[in-house]
Structure formats: structure tokens, C-alpha cells
């Protein structure tokens, strides 16, 4: 069993920054992959970025190259979104997952989830 705890969603405006954690507790081995997905209303949940937790391998979607960095901290057990250059578009409900196994941005597959932290981003 893994347990999430995201944190750190607020409202900003566009251009603006946010650093959301998570974090993270429970067996080791069913958190090897650790991603960020975000779900706007209306829309499917997307998968916005992922590490691979033993080698720190990170891998983006699109939309977010270049603006967003995810990151960990092993000694706090704690999972980090850096989100700059924030667009309106980026408004939703932020989640962080974790599987034992490399599921890409395949949301269902993943078997662990957080209860989410909005991030609302005005213009």
C-alpha cells in the first residue's frame, strides 16, 4: 500500500509560479514510478510528468517541456512539482500517482492516487 498527500494548489496569474508536493508513504517498491497528472473539468486526466524513482529519469508531456519540473526528495519522501510560466490552460485539479511498474501517463493503470490540489490560473 502507498499513501499520497499532495499539497501546495492555489490561484495565480498567468506567468506565475507554483511548487506543489507530495508526499509520499508506504511500501517502497509499489512507488518505484511517481507521476503528476492533472484533470480539468470536462476533460480526461492527463498525465503532465513522471519520474522513475531509483535513477531520477524524467520524462514530460508536450504541453508542460520546458515550464514544469518534477523532482524528489528522498529524505522527506516528498514528490515536487515546480510549475513556471503558468497559462491559463493549466488550470485543474493536480494529482500525484505511483505505480511498481512503468505505466507512461496511463492513468488507469496506476493503482495509488492523492485526493489532488487545485491550481487555478487566471490571465
Known amino acids: 500500500q502507498v499513501q499520497l498527500v499532495e499539497s501546495g494548489g492555489d490561484s495565480v496569474q498567468a506567468g506565475g509560479s507554483l511548487r506543489l508536493s507530495c508526499v509520499v508513504s508506504g511500501d517502497t517498491y509499489s512507488r518505484n514510478y511517481m507521476a503528476w497528472f492533472r484533470q480539468a473539468p470536462g476533460k480526461e486526466r492527463e498525465g503532465v510528468a513522471r519520474i522513475y524513482s531509483r535513477s531520477a529519469v524524467t520524462f514530460y508531456a508536450d504541453s508542460v517541456k520546458g515550464r514544469f519540473t518534477i523532482s524528489q526528495d528522498n529524505a522527506k519522501n516528498t514528490l515536487y512539482l515546480q510549475m513556471s510560466t503558468l497559462r491559463p490552460e493549466d488550470t485543474a485539479m493536480y494529482y500525484c500517482?505511483?505505480?511498481?511498474?512503468?505505466?507512461?501517463?496511463?492513468?488507469?493503470?496506476?493503482?495509488?492516487w492523492g485526493q489532488g490540489t487545485q491550481v487555478t490560473v487566471s490571465s
Open positions: 500517482a505511483a505505480a511498481a511498474t512503468n505505466y507512461g501517463f496511463s492513468a488507469p493503470n496506476y493503482p495509488y
